[in-house]
Nanobody, 127 residues
Framework: QVQLVESGGGSMQAGGSLRLSCAASGLTFRSYTMGWFRQAPGKEREFVASITWSRGTPYYSDSVQGRFTISRDNAENTVYLQMNSLKPEDTAVYYC????????????????????WGQGTQVTVSS
């Protein structure tokens, strides 16, 4: 059974930084593209970033491009999201997700691409 556990959320003032972590178990981590999504109150869950299994190629939403960095440590079965220059509009619950299938070569940026999800961690950014 796949388990994804997020950590690192919290409250921060605008302009600050946070690093989220997601520890994965129950899957061959190095074989899966991993992603981060977020959901703000009253809004739909949206794509933030993903990183491929093969070359660690990152993909970002336009809203976080240049401010957030996704990375992975296959030895530790962990994916990270470094968030810099935080804005109040970044306030949301952040979810870690694993691809539905291993060894997939195409970029993954939609909710339906991912089959396993963590419980989420709250990030609150005040102005």
């Amino acid at each position: 059974q796949v388990q994804l556990v997020e950590s690192g959320g919290g409250s921060m003032q605008a302009g600050g930084s946070l690093r989220l972590s997601c520890a994965a178990s129950g899957l061959t981590f190095r074989s899966y593209t991993m992603g981060w999504f977020r959901q703000a109150p009253g809004k739909e869950r949206e794509f933030v970033a993903s990183i491929t299994w093969s070359r660690g190629t990152p993909y970002y939403s336009d809203s976080v491009q240049g401010r957030f960095t996704i990375s992975r440590d296959n030895a530790e079965n962990t994916v990270y999201l470094q968030m810099n220059s935080l804005k109040p509009e970044d306030t949301a619950v952040y979810y870690c997700a694993a691809d539905r299938n291993p060894w997939s070569l195409r970029p993954k940026t939609t909710i339906t691409d991912f089959g396993s999800w963590g419980q989420g961690t709250q990030v609150t950014v005040s102005s």
